[in-house]
């Protein structure tokens, strides 16, 4: 049965999305300052609180301690080259997009060394404020740390909720940090959110010049009939699935082609005698190593492996018939649909100035 007040939140984050990205860069611009620096300061605000409350300690130690024999799991690596692929939004066309509206002569590696780090920073920021209040949670149960820890949606829609909860100080305190956390969820999002749009919006009227305000439009619309689904009551469970078969299957064969195309169809060293002059940093040979040889076979072995673990068994426990829907049908669809895509002609004579919001034909 379907949940309406998920669907209207669905509906309203939509038109957000689609008023953030209809004038591209310059609608765009006026928003980002608050999505990116908003959310810091509220990870902040959860911060304190967290590491204030009883038992924080053992759930920052549960975080923080280092457990090194975990280095031979190659199933840590995995969920670590899936969660960078994500995080970072590599082989979603994101950071090509965003890449291409900035000016030719821009510092490429300083660029991508800060987005890199301040990536990984607000990560361990979020980590901090989990697990602290997560310590909380367990000291109050009684249980153990691990006992407590979930990952994926599970954390951020349903154990972290319930740690709020019993946060003490009374409802009107669980109530104020719920609405916290829930904001930073909100704004951190929607910005991931745009950014995926924009991704697909640039590169449709790329290749075809269609008009922007109306592909915005039409994009939008599509991914908000699609993704009623997770307004429904087993939307949480749509989300795990396909999470789990896009960003496992999906990010990893993305990032496999695009170090393939960079690395030996376009050339690695052309790329990098490209950006080296023009950045204050210097990237060595060792650059054109990780992206022809390295960086492909990890990706391979990666995606392999966790080929073999999913065909032997269903994910998450799921039936064959959800595995093929919400999975592996999915992925096959995605395939096909932009191999379709790629081969349609677009018009060569189209030009697009920088902002994205103006077509020349």
């Not at 611009?29 to 038992?55: A, C, N, Q």
């Not at 590599?90 to 300083?110: C, F």
């Not at 745009?194 to 039409?218: P, Q």
């Amino acid at each position: 049965m379907v949940q309406l007040p998920g669907i209207n939140r669905v509906v309203v984050s939509w038109i957000a999305i689609y008023l953030i990205l209809r004038k591209g860069t310059e609608s765009v611009g006026k928003v980002v300052p608050y999505t990116v620096i908003l959310p810091v300061v509220l990870l902040l605000i959860l911060i304190i609180r967290s590491v204030t409350l009883p038992g924080a300690i053992e759930g920052l130690n549960y975080y923080l301690k280092p457990d090194f024999t975990k280095l031979l799991d190659i199933g840590v690596w995995i969920d670590a080259y899936t969660q960078v692929f994500f995080t970072l939004s590599l082989g979603m066309g994101i950071m090509i997009a965003y890449a291409s509206y900035m000016p030719k002569n821009s510092d490429v590696v300083n660029n991508a060394l800060i987005t890199v780090f301040a990536n990984s920073g607000v990560s361990f920021m979020a980590g901090i404020a989990v697990f602290g209040t997560l310590g909380y949670m367990a000291q109050e149960q009684g249980v153990a740390i691990a006992d407590v820890v979930a990952d994926g949606v599970i954390l951020a829609f349903v154990t972290y909720p319930n740690a709020i909860n019993m946060l003490p100080g009374g409802p009107i305190v669980a109530g104020f940090f719920g609405v916290v956390f829930f904001v930073t969820l909100l704004t951190l999002g929607i910005d991931s959110a745009f950014s995926l749009v924009e991704s697909n919006v640039a590169g449709i009227v790329d290749k075809w010049g269609f008009n922007r305000r109306k592909t915005t439009f039409w994009v939008v619309v599509l991914l908000l009939v699609t993704g009623l689904i997770f307004a429904t009551r087993a939307g949480l469970y749509w989300l795990d699935l396909i999470d789990h078969y896009v960003n496992t299957y999906g990010l990893l064969l993305g990032g496999l082609l695009e170090a393939l195309a960079i690395g030996w169809f376009y050339n690695a060293e052309k790329l990098r005698n490209y950006f080296n002059p023009i950045s204050e940093y210097q990237f060595g040979k060792w650059w054109n190593i990780m992206v022809q040889v390295i960086t492909p076979i990890i990706l391979v072995y990666l995606f392999v492996f966790n080929l073999s673990k999913d065909i032997g068994a269903n994910y998450g426990g799921y039936g064959k018939l959800y595995q093929w829907i919400g999975g592996w049908g999915l992925l096959i669809v995605m395939a096909i649909v932009s191999v379709l895509l790629s081969a349609i002609k677009g018009r060569e004579s189209v030009t697009v100035d920088s902002s994205r919001g103006n077509v020349n034909l």
